[in-house]
């Protein structure tokens, strides 16, 4: 099934002189799916050399090419267009910005929500919580160019050096554990009111349907926000905050360091919650709170309590638990494989806008890769994250030329090569791996530069 639908993914790849490029992967990247949205969305485009179906294409490649840049993505397009045999276009990058620009931002949300979405609903039931979908939630940041624009939309993060020289902003993202798919994404300043970790994952209410479980740390294990995700029929595997503390003297006994227990609705409203929403909380929780103990060398915690709204011991047991919320590190691998493989934690658009839809390509680019992991996954019957992300991202750039020129019938041959090739490079077996937060390359001897280049270029003159 999955390598049925991988095929007819990349054989959208393929074009005939009388149409326009097909996009690849998905068919929610088709040329006709992106018109339709379009006029959906009453964006309208001339016929250009840029059509938004190939400004898509192209941006898409931008994105995966280990270069990033503007003249690769250009001087990819004008080799496509002449392998096709179309007239050339120009070599300069201002067109294809331009084309970039007028590409809406809600158009990339929508197609990274349904790629995510067609992902986590194809998954197998045996790749979910007691069939049940589970979905980790995590913040991270990204940093940018130092322009007026940006700083003036992101702002400058303080730290214990002071201001720092660039932008940065503030991004919590929902992931599928089964498939490791983006989901969701708000994004938001660094600095400012509403500009928390909490307040963006407030925003991300709709991410969240009946009978999902969300798998997050201890920051988001708050009484309100638990509270508001179960009137939505959501329940809630996390870390105890600090805050609070749990004593197994008292609530139902379930098991050794295993208990229900009643958490009392706070007695302040916070600010950022209406009276009318504070007071349609439930007077009171019943909470799970499950204390396990790691006895792992190397490992930072030594106990840790769990919290979780999932209260029958039968069907999800104490081991279980614990077992599931140690997969909450997946998320950590998750935005490491977005961020460092695929380069995205340092973005290179120069205003605003640009960054907010480069960061929501990177996320479309990221679920098609994991397209392909799935696919392998699910072909020879292994686990997805057992799978070298990475290794898709290579194999991707180097067939990328085979794959565009090869003729329809060739195409299956390719992919199965592609499919065959992937199953081979599997992540190493290192269970309860750790390693010392150190680095082991010193930076060069240079002083940080903390003004703009144009002003630091004043003081060496």
Same mark, same amino acid.
């Given at each position: 099934?999955?390598?049925?639908?991988?095929?007819?993914?990349?054989?959208?790849?393929?074009?005939?002189?009388?149409?326009?490029?097909?996009?690849?992967?998905?068919?929610?990247?088709?040329?006709?799916?992106?018109?339709?949205?379009?006029?959906?969305?009453?964006?309208?485009?001339?016929?250009?050399?840029?059509?938004?179906?190939?400004?898509?294409?192209?941006?898409?490649?931008?994105?995966?090419?280990?270069?990033?840049?503007?003249?690769?993505?250009?001087?990819?397009?004008?080799?496509?267009?002449?392998?096709?045999?179309?007239?050339?276009?120009?070599?300069?990058?201002?067109?294809?910005?331009?084309?970039?620009?007028?590409?809406?931002?809600?158009?990339?949300?929508?197609?990274?929500?349904?790629?995510?979405?067609?992902?986590?609903?194809?998954?197998?039931?045996?790749?979910?919580?007691?069939?049940?979908?589970?979905?980790?939630?995590?913040?991270?940041?990204?940093?940018?160019?130092?322009?007026?624009?940006?700083?003036?939309?992101?702002?400058?993060?303080?730290?214990?050096?002071?201001?720092?020289?660039?932008?940065?902003?503030?991004?919590?993202?929902?992931?599928?554990?089964?498939?490791?798919?983006?989901?969701?994404?708000?994004?938001?300043?660094?600095?400012?009111?509403?500009?928390?970790?909490?307040?963006?994952?407030?925003? $991300?209410?709709?991410?969240?349907?009946?009978?999902?479980?969300?798998?997050?740390?201890?920051?988001?294990?708050?009484?309100?926000?638990?509270?508001?995700?179960?009137?939505?029929?959501?329940?809630?595997?996390?870390?105890?905050?600090?805050?609070?503390?749990?004593?197994?003297?008292?609530?139902?006994?379930?098991?050794?360091?295993?208990?229900?227990?009643?958490?009392?609705?706070?007695?302040?409203?916070?600010?950022?919650?209406?009276?009318?929403?504070?007071?349609?909380?439930?007077?009171?929780?019943?909470?799970?709170?499950?204390?396990?103990?790691?006895?792992?060398?190397?490992?930072?915690?030594?106990?840790?309590?769990?919290?979780?709204?999932?209260?029958?011991?039968?069907?999800?047991?104490?081991?279980?638990?614990?077992?599931?919320?140690?997969?909450?590190?997946?998320?950590?691998?998750?935005?490491?494989?977005?961020?460092?493989?695929?380069?995205?934690?340092?973005?290179?658009?120069?205003?605003?806008?640009?960054?907010?839809?480069?960061?929501?390509?990177?996320?479309?680019?990221?679920?098609?890769?994991?397209?392909?992991?799935?696919?392998?996954?699910?072909?020879?019957?292994?686990?997805?994250?057992?799978?070298?992300?990475?290794?898709?991202?290579? $194999?991707?750039?180097?067939?990328?030329?085979?794959?565009?020129?090869?003729?329809?019938?060739?195409?299956?041959?390719?992919?199965?090569?592609?499919?065959?090739?992937?199953?081979?490079?599997?992540?190493?077996?290192?269970?309860?791996?750790?390693?010392?937060?150190?680095?082991?390359?010193?930076?060069?001897?240079?002083?940080?530069?903390?003004?703009?280049?144009?002003?630091?270029?004043?003081?060496?003159?």
């Amino acid at each position: 099934m999955w390598q049925g639908r991988f095929f007819r993914r990349l054989a959208e790849l393929k074009s005939r002189w009388d149409r326009e490029p097909s996009l690849p992967f998905s068919d929610v990247l088709s040329g006709e799916r992106i018109t339709a949205l379009l006029r959906e969305l009453k964006v309208f485009y001339r016929d250009r050399v840029y059509p938004p179906w190939a400004t898509l294409w192209i941006f898409l490649w931008q994105v995966l090419s280990a270069d990033h840049g503007c003249v690769e993505a250009v001087s990819r397009w004008l080799a496509f267009r002449a392998a096709r045999g179309l007239p050339p276009c120009s070599t300069d990058t201002s067109s294809y910005c331009q084309a970039r620009k007028r590409l809406p931002l809600v158009l990339l949300a929508r197609l990274v929500r349904e790629t995510g979405h067609d992902l986590q609903q194809q998954a197998p039931a045996t790749w979910r919580l007691a069939g049940r979908p589970v979905k980790l939630v995590d913040g991270s940041t990204v940093s940018m160019p130092d322009t007026p624009d940006n700083v003036a939309a992101f702002g400058k993060p303080r730290n214990q050096h002071g201001v720092s020289p660039f932008p940065v902003a503030r991004l919590v993202t929902v992931l599928c554990l089964a498939t490791g798919a983006a989901l969701d994404l708000a994004l938001a300043p660094c600095r400012g009111k509403r500009t928390g970790e909490l307040s963006l994952f407030r925003r $991300l209410k709709d991410a969240f349907q009946p009978n999902d479980v969300v798998l997050a740390d201890r920051f988001y294990c708050t009484y309100c926000d638990i509270a508001r995700l179960q009137a939505q029929g959501v329940d809630v595997v996390m870390r105890q905050h600090t805050h609070r503390k749990s004593d197994f003297r008292r609530g139902l006994r379930l098991g050794q360091d295993d208990h229900l227990v009643r958490w009392q609705r706070p007695t302040s409203r916070p600010s950022w919650m209406s009276r009318r929403a504070f007071a349609a909380l439930p007077a009171y929780l019943e909470m799970r709170e499950v204390r396990v103990q790691v006895a792992i060398p190397g490992f930072r915690v030594k106990s840790l309590v769990v919290v979780t709204t999932l209260t029958d011991p039968q069907q999800f047991s104490r081991p279980g638990l614990a077992e599931l919320y140690r997969q909450r590190w997946q998320a950590e691998l998750d935005l490491r494989s977005i961020k460092t493989v695929m380069q995205m934690d340092v973005l290179r658009c120069k205003s605003a806008e640009m960054v907010r839809k480069e960061v929501w390509m990177h996320l479309l680019a990221y679920n098609l890769l994991r397209s392909m992991l799935c696919a392998t996954a699910a072909e020879h019957e292994m686990p997805v994250r057992t799978i070298s992300f990475k290794a898709s991202l290579q $194999l991707l750039n180097a067939f990328y030329h085979s794959l565009v020129i090869s003729d329809p019938e060739e195409l299956e041959g390719l992919c199965t090569i592609i499919l065959r090739a992937l199953r081979e490079h599997r992540v190493g077996h290192r269970p309860n791996r750790y390693e010392p937060r150190k680095r082991k390359r010193p930076p060069k001897p240079y002083p940080e530069m903390k003004l703009p280049r144009e002003e630091e270029r004043k003081l060496c003159a």
